[in-house]
């Protein structure tokens, strides 16, 4: 339905972001398309300057053509005419010089200078490996299949090419990662077959394919890639060498085969299984990887009829609290244990944009807080970009501050600065709690404000695929909505942790996903939520 019509626009935006590192640079990516249009008025005004160039020199040709076609018919009658004599002599001597000039001038000055000028922000090889992996990252996500990503019917710069899908192989390869080395360089061999032109000649993609296929345990088929390749190039020395390999392992499994007895039989189809089922499975797995996938593709949510019959929406005064008596909040149960509450229209559009200004210019690619040592450091996991704002820096932030202690009923005092996060295509945030656990170096010790005892995380943007909210040890799914805002405690009354708001950000599929949070702590909490010693309540 309309969702893999929208999956499909994935392509549009890598036309240009396949030299990009995708997630949480929506703000700078914007820059370079605009960065990109100007190199392209550039060169036009480049290809109009050679083609005045070239209309000179063809009016200069043409008008020679004729004079020599005339006077080459009678040399002698011609050169007796002193005004041809003397127009031949300078011609010769300044005219001609003067069109070696104009010929030998170059008219790619500005052009290049500007691309010079443009070049020191362009992305570099890193960006287009990340722009690749978090391609590849949607693909296992969303379940997407190369053909639905290559060959979609799309908007800009139209489908991938032979080129694009090598590419994508290639990189793969070059992190050992054979499964999607095989998937896309089997996109790319069924483009060529289908007919498209490529430099990527066939020979080097099968090298790639049959190999990448070898290392994933399916000896057969690499040996079927192998023969063809042969075919196509039968002097090839490694596909010689691997054939004869092929074709001894092969022999070699089939008699091990035949030797081993039903019980053995049925343990290596066993093993065969499980293999298959954990192809695409990228090295730092999460043993809730395929719980966290699921949920974010809009499957498995754990929420029966029943309990979902004790869901409300409700208008919320907050304890009858002055600014919300006459307009209460609209407040939605989003779940139950643990409690998510969605808050509608808390922030309005002007707000939004006001934000969004306060942050570009300082987003920065987000940290985490290493479990170890305690310092902050970059992590695969975490791909988007994100800001501090602090409250006296305009009255928007203070202003959101307050709204969020009046709705919550929690002192913002002793919380954390508003953060802004910006999550571009692909851009995610793997499975992980909000508060610190027993077993880790004290994060927030620093702020002496004690736990992170709460989180409140507006939605800034609707996401028009993929970017939701998932609580994994729950299996509940939340959707960005504009101008919203959900909530929920990370700590029991009693102050120990709750496990199951154990949470991730899904992968952006379509589209730029701008949220805020505000992570509240404990100090300053305790005539407001009273602490119990019953840990479960």
């Known amino acids: 339905g309309s969702f893999y019509m929208e999956i499909t626009l994935i392509t549009t935006i890598l036309s240009w972001s396949q030299t990009l590192t995708l997630g949480g640079e929506m703000c700078q990516m914007t820059d370079l398309l605009y960065t990109e249009k100007d190199l392209v008025t550039s060169l036009k005004d480049y290809i109009r300057a ?28 011609f050169l007796g005419h002193p005004v041809n004599a003397f127009k031949l002599m300078k011609r010769l001597n300044t005219e001609w010089g003067e069109l070696e000039s104009l010929v030998l001038k170059d008219m790619s000055d500005g052009f290049i200078s500007n691309l010079t000028i ?31 990503i290559s060959t979609g019917e799309l908007p800009g710069e139209g489908p991938m090419t032979v080129e694009d899908c090598f590419e994508l192989g290639k990189i793969a390869y070059s992190d050992a990662d054979y499964y999607h080395t095989e998937l896309w360089m089997e996109q790319a061999l069924k483009q060529l077959d289908g007919g498209e032109e490529s430099t990527v000649d066939m020979v080097t993609i099968l090298d790639y394919l049959s190999y990448s296929i070898y290392q994933q345990g399916e000896l057969e ?12 190039d039968s002097a090839h020395q490694r596909a010689n060498g691997n054939l004869k390999y092929f074709e001894y392992q092969l022999a070699k499994q089939k008699k091990v085969e035949a030797e081993e ?50 869901m409300f929406c409700r208008y919320s005064d907050n304890n009858r609290h002055p600014l919300y008596v006459l307009g ?51 992590a695969h996991y975490r791909i988007s970009k994100s800001a501090w704002l602090t409250a006296y820096e305009d009255p928007v932030v203070d202003k959101i501050n307050q709204r969020i202690e009046d709705i919550t009923g929690l002192n913002v005092k002793t919380a954390e ?99 805020s949070n505000k992570w509240i702590h404990e100090r300053g909490q305790e005539f407001r939520r009273r602490c119990t010693l019953d840990e479960s309540d």
């Open 417 to 515: 600065e508003l953060q802004v996060a910006n999550y571009g295509v692909g851009g995610q945030y793997e499975p992980h709690f909000d508060f610190g656990r027993k077993d880790e170096p004290d994060a927030f010790k620093e702020l002496g404000t004690g736990n992170r005892i709460a989180t409140w995380l507006i939605y800034m943007s609707d996401v028009p695929s993929g970017g939701a909210t998932v609580f994994t040890d729950v299996g509940a799914a939340v959707w960005p909505k504009k101008g919203s805002a959900v909530f929920w405690y990370n700590l029991f009354p009693s102050g120990e942790g709750d496990y199951s708001t154990r949470h991730a950000a899904c992968p952006v599929l379509v589209g730029n996903k701008w949220v």
């Open 118 to 148: 443009q070049r020191q922000y362009f992305p570099n090889d890193d960006d287009q490996t990340g722009a690749a992996k978090a391609l590849m990252r949607l693909q296992d996500t969303y379940r997407l299949d190369t053909q639905t």
């Open 50 to 77: 050679e083609e005045s160039k070239l209309e000179q020199v063809k009016k200069w040709a043409q008008k020679l053509d004729v004079l020599s076609a005339t006077a080459t018919q009678d040399p002698e009658g």
């Open 328 to 378: 209460p909040v609209k407040q939605e149960d989003e779940w139950d244990r643990p409690r998510i509450i969605r808050y509608h229209d808390v922030l309005s559009n002007s707000e939004i944009e006001k934000v969004k200004e306060l942050a570009k210019p300082r987003l920065r690619r987000a940290t985490i807080s290493n479990p170890i040592t305690g310092v902050l450091e970059t």
């Open 261 to 310: 007895g039903l019980k053995e039989k049925e343990k290596r189809e066993r093993e065969k299984r499980e293999a298959s089922e954990k192809k695409g499975r990228p090295a730092d797995y999460l043993p809730e990887r395929r719980k966290y996938e699921q949920l974010c593709r809009g499957e498995g949510i754990k929420m029966t009829p029943r309990r979902q019959s004790r």
């Open 221 to 232: 088929r690499a040996l079927d890639y192998t023969k063809r390749l042969l075919k196509l």
